[in-house]
C-alpha cells in the first residue's frame, strides 16, 4: 500500500470532515477550493431558479446557528457541536414551542440511540432538529416548554460543480463522478470525493488512451444539472463509474450497470479476482446514487459503483455514527488501488481493425518472430507471442475488443495491449474505437 497515499489521504479527511456542506453553499465552495491543492479543479456555478429537466436549482442555503433551549435557558441541542442537528435547507425561526409541537420537528433513531441521524427538507419549506435518541430521552420532557432557533438563511444564489477533464488520445470520453453535498459524514462520501481527488491527480500524470471526464457534484441535483448543461457531451460519454462510499471496515462490493453485460461488469470483477478480494455484487436498480441520471434512457450510461461498505448497507449510513472513527485513510487507499486497476484496463480496452483481412498476415515479413526464442511468460495461458499475435490479428475485425480478446484466449488485457501496440506500429492494425 502507497504510505504517502494513505498519509495524505488521513490529512485531508481531517480537514474536509468538519466542514458544513449540502446540495448548495459556501461549504461546497471551501471543499472544493482545498480539494483543487491536489487537483486542478474548476470550478463552475450555476444560478438559483435554472430550470434542469423536470427539476429548479434551488435557492441556496446559509445556516449560521441553531439550538433548542429548555425552560432554563440550556441548549441541549447545539449545532456548533454537530452540524447533524439540523435538518438541511431548514428555514430560520425563532420561538417558544411546546413539547407536542417540537415532537414533530425532531428525528432520532430509537434502534440506534446514539446516533445522531441525517435528515435533509431541499423541495419542501420546513425546518427541524435531529438528535439521538438518548438525548431526546433524557434531555426532554412532555411538561417542558422550548425555545428553538435556526438563524438560516434561503436566497438566490448558485450552486456548485467541480470539473476535471484529462484528454487522451481518443476523444472517446469516460465519466468518473462523485458528489460531494454531504455534511459530517465520512464514509458517504468524504471517502468518495477524496478518492476521486486523488484519482484525477494520478490520471493526469498518465499517458492514457481514453478521454476522462471527472466531476464533483451534489447528489441528484448536481448531476441533472451537469447532464443538462453539457447534454451533447454526455450522450458520447462511453461508459462511468460513480465513487460513492468507498472507505469503510466491510466488504468490498459493486454497484452493476444497468446492462449487467456490459464489460466494464466483467473488468470489475476480474480486478477484485486479481486481488484476491471477496466481493460483494449489487444488481442495478434505478435508485442508489447518480448513475440513475447518467443511466437514464436519454444517455443510457452504463455506469458502475465500487463500494466499501456501500450506502443503504451498513448500519451508521446517514448518521453521525459515519464519522472518522468508522472509516480509515488505509480502507480509502485500499479502494483507490481497485479503481486505479479497473482504469488501467479499462484504458488498454482498444478494438482494431486488421488492415490485411483478406487472409494470413505473412508474419516473418513484419519481422513478428520474437527474437527472444518465444519464451512463455507464466500469464499468457502457455501461448507464444506469436500465438498471440495470431489471434489479435484473426479477431480484430472492428467488432472484437481486446477485452474479448482477452476473454477468449485467457491473456491479461494488458499484454494484448502491449502487444497490440506493435501490431500498430508495424502498420497491421488501427484503431476502430
Ligand atoms: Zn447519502
Redesign the pocket.
Known sequence: MDKELVKNIDVYMSRLFPIHRSITGDGNRETLNILREIVDIKVKEYPTGKKVYDWVIPREWIIRDAWIKNSKGEKIVDYSKSNLHVVSYSEPVHKKISFVELKQKLCYLENLPDAIP?RTSYYHSNWGFCLSFNDYKSLLNENEEYEVFIDSELKDGSMTIGEVLIPGEMKKEVLIST?FC?PS?AN??LSGVLLTAFLAKAMKEMKLNYSYRIVFVP?TIGAITYCSVNEDEMKAVDFGLVVATVGGPGKLGYKQSFDSSHFLNNIVEDVFDELGEEYKVYPFTPDG?DERQYSSPAFRINVVTISKDK?YDYNY??TSLDDLNFISAENIAKTYECYMMLINKIDKNLTYKNIHPYCEVMLSKHNLYPKTGGALLPDMNNLSEVDIISWILFLSDGDHSLYDISKRIKVPIERLNEIAIILEEKNLLIRSN
Do not use: I, R
Open positions: 441525517y458528489y454531504h459524514l458517504d462520501n447528489e446514487s450506502y449510513y446517514h
